[in-house]
């Protein structure tokens, strides 16, 4: 048998933790008689399952009949991909050729007869929804990893625009908070400082456990521990689970998960810690050092060390929680999240 855990990112494991709470949230905010959010973005860091939660969420929609989604990546027109997208649907196409419009001018589809071409395309947006809206359809857009380009810009401002027309445009992107956070920063896109922000919450404890339990056989107190090693964050998940199988199915025995741990160090540190850290900014960096070398800090022990105003300290706080890299439950302290981080990134500070 095949191990059931994995290594990559970005596709649906076969070993999957529900979240319940967060994903309900966005599908009964959607599906909604009347939805109070258009939009929602999904942040969180580098392998905490962004990817994997929006491809969830788009399957549940894409079982209702009354929804149309599309998923298109920020590296194409996006504008005129959702045009294309819905234009070339068999099941409602005859919807448009009825309506009499006619896209060929922007290259999508042919010409229709006595109907006058349209060359605009955030115009072909607004009538292709608006005759799908008479019908009762609901457009659900996917972007994965959005980024400050272009791309994504265009289709903001415009989508923006759709939005205030009352067209049944649905919203959902996934994005690292530093590229959330300059997109909503440019000007004509400030309206996306209001959209709902979901930051992913760490995997169950409880249910990891469980999983370790029934899919590995282990006792309940090396399923336990397992869990704990993982800190719920979703990559260590698999990756623990991922190692731990090919361990006993290579029949040697498994010593628990002390055997490990040079593995899980490495992978964590090959696939995503690398890159994590080296995205840090400077003084973003020179925190994380700080909790690196001291485990859990209070706000004013690091604040004089790296002499920085209260004002600083706290965009700083702020920003590294928002990207998941630190936890800040305990009332005026910080401490690193990511399990083993700290034992990895202690080779990386000078
Ligand atoms: N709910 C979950 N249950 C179990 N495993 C999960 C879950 N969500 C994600 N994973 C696993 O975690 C890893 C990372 O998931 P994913 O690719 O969705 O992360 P991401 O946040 O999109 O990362 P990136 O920012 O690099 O794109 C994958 O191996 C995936 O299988
Ligand atoms: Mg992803």
């Not at 979240?19 to 580098?46: A, H, V």
């Not at 997208?85 to 007869?113: P, Q, V």
């Not at 006058?116 to 659900?140: G, N, Q, R, W």
């Not at 939005?163 to 590229?179: A, C, H, I």
């Amino acid at each position: 048998m095949p191990n059931p855990f994995t290594l990559s990112f970005g596709i649906e494991p076969r070993e999957y933790i529900s979240r319940t709470q967060q994903t309900s949230e966005i599908i009964n905010s959607f599906m909604s008689e009347t939805p109070s959010n258009y939009m929602y973005m999904l942040s969180g860091i580098r392998g905490s399952g962004k990817t994997v939660m929006l491809t969830n969420i788009i399957e549940t929609f894409e079982k209702e009949k009354d929804w149309i989604v599309i998923n298109v990546s920020p590296d194409v027109d996006i504008l005129n991909a959702i045009a294309a997208n819905l234009y070339s649907r068999k099941s409602i196409h005859t919807l448009f050729t009825n309506a009499k419009i006619d896209l060929s001018g922007l290259g999508i589809g042919i010409s229709i007869e006595n109907a006058t071409p349209i060359f605009d395309i955030s115009v072909a947006l607004e009538e292709l929804l608006t005759e799908l809206k008479k019908k009762h359809y609901k457009v659900l857009i996917a972007i994965d990893e959005i980024v400050n380009n272009n791309n994504v810009k265009v289709f903001t401002g415009i989508y923006q625009i759709l939005l205030r027309k009352k067209l049944p445009l649905f919203l959902l992107m996934t994005g690292l908070y530093e590229n959330i956070n300059v997109l909503q920063n440019e000007k004509t896109l400030t309206f996306l400082y209001r959209a709902p922000k979901i930051y992913l919450e760490p995997l169950s404890s409880f249910s990891i456990a469980q999983s370790y339990k029934s899919i590995l056989n282990v006792d309940e107190s090396t399923a336990k521990e397992m869990a704990k090693l993982t800190s719920g964050y979703a990559y260590a998940y698999q990756v623990l689970g991922y190692l731990y199988w090919d361990k006993i199915t290579e029949k040697k025995k498994c010593g628990g998960v002390d055997d490990l741990i040079i593995d899980y160090d490495r992978t964590l540190s090959e696939y995503v810690y690398e890159k994590i850290w080296f995205e840090l900014p400077d003084t973003e960096k020179k925190i994380v050092s700080l909790l690196v070398e001291n485990g859990e800090m209070k706000n004013k022990e690091i604040r004089d060390a790296l002499s920085l105003s209260d004002s600083q300290m706290s965009v700083y706080r702020d920003r590294l929680k928002r990207k998941g890299l630190i936890d800040v439950s305990r009332y005026g302290y910080l401490a690193l999240n990511l399990p083993r981080f700290d034992a990895i990134a202690k080779f990386w500070i000078d």
